[in-house]
């Protein structure tokens, strides 16, 4: 992240008044707008654009990130990052990318791959979780909320990534470069059913795929759809930290959560679908 401030300013705006960066009173950890707005990097190497805002939405915890981070590192969803990557490899090598919801950049990490020339942008609520998406080489890591207007050029992408995260169609559209791609991560139905009557999980409606489509439509076309099934077999704790890393996670206590699941095993199967657009 140190060296991306400088490498990512192309890719990003001034968030108060939308110009570019002042590329001499800019440095290695910060960015000045070229009317004076300064924003520096915090030492764990993520920029926050919401200082002094803040935001009526809720980030990530830190004890959600820490679930999320021993989930998604013992690799149980790796078929869908795998599918993702698989999704963006006609992408150029030096393809800029912005990760909308990036997390903690375990996606994003796996579509950069050996693009050592690639540029991303990973955007996030939480800096908490932004603190592991900024050690992702040739990543600049920023605190945003997705709902507010991107603090991103016009067309200055090649690719938007959304897994499992808020979805700003006209603001994606606005930043994708004309052919570029949009590629989403939505839960099936049937993801994590197995699980449901036993941990507080959130209902997943049907149809996430097709509705994406018909919003998106006119910005852009359909060009792919692939489903993902992970069968899982997870101890308790692992079980734990599915259902707490997640929306759960901001109410739910982890001594309940394993209390219901007991010292068993927990079969489950998780089902996604990775829809791939194209900018009209």
Do not use: I
Not at 235 to 248: R, W
């Amino acid at each position: 992240m140190v060296a991306m401030l400088s490498d990512a300013r192309a890719l990003l705006l001034c968030p108060h008044c939308g110009t570019g960066w002042d590329a001499s009173a800019s440095g290695p950890r910060s960015l000045v707008c070229t009317a004076g707005h300064r924003f520096d990097a915090a030492r764990q190497g993520y920029v926050n654009f919401l200082t002094g805002r803040g935001s009526r939405l809720t980030p990530d915890t830190p004890a959600m990130v820490q679930a999320r981070e021993r989930f998604l590192a013992a690799g149980h969803f790796a078929p869908a990052a795998e599918a993702l990557a698989e999704a963006c490899a006609g992408l150029p090598e030096d393809a800029a990318l912005l990760d909308a919801g990036a997390g903690t950049g375990y996606y994003l990490a796996a579509v950069l791959g050996a693009r050592r020339r690639a540029r991303a942008v990973a955007l996030d609520l939480s800096p908490h979780a932004l603190r592991r998406a900024a050690k992702v080489p040739g990543v600049a890591a920023v605190v945003w909320d997705l709902w507010r207007p991107l603090p991103l050029p016009d067309a200055s992408v090649d690719a938007v990534l959304d897994v499992f995260a808020p979805r700003n169609l006209p603001e994606f559209a606005r930043v994708t470069r004309p052919g570029g791609l949009l590629c989403v991560v939505t839960p099936l139905p049937e993801h994590l059913a197995e699980l449901r009557d036993r941990l507080p999980m959130l209902d997943v409606p049907a149809g996430k795929a097709d509705a994406l489509e018909r919003e998106a439509e006119g910005a852009y076309e359909p060009v792919a759809r692939r489903r993902v099934t992970m069968p899982l077999s997870l101890a308790p704790e692992e079980a734990a930290d599915l259902a707490l890393m997640g929306p759960a996670g901001h109410h739910a206590d982890r001594d309940q959560v394993l209390a219901r699941l007991g010292a068993r095993r927990v079969e489950a199967t998780g089902a996604v679908e990775l829809s791939v657009l194209r900018r009209r």
